[in-house]
């Protein structure tokens, strides 16, 4: 349970590394924005980022379960 658990943070930590960097580089993140608003374009980065995540997931199973059902050529 503690490596899943030290897997998960860095994980989680990789991606808010990211999150920062991408905004840094699209030039939201400046020398005047608040630790507020980088705490939010992060958080909004990450709920974009698992809604994208969630849409892929649904979107392989629902491809998994057509080829499940569909006739086999036999």
């Not at 990450?46 to 849409?55: D, H, M, V």
């Amino acid at each position: 349970m503690g490596t899943f658990i030290k897997y998960l943070f860095y994980v989680i930590l990789i991606v808010v590394i990211y999150l920062i960097g991408k905004g840094v580089y699209e030039g939201k993140i400046t020398e005047t924005t608040t630790v507020g608003e980088v705490s939010t374009q992060v958080d909004d980065g990450f709920r974009n980022i698992a809604a994208e995540t969630k849409a892929e997931i649904n979107k392989g199973v629902q491809d998994y379960q057509k080829k499940e059902t569909s006739p086999s050529m036999q």
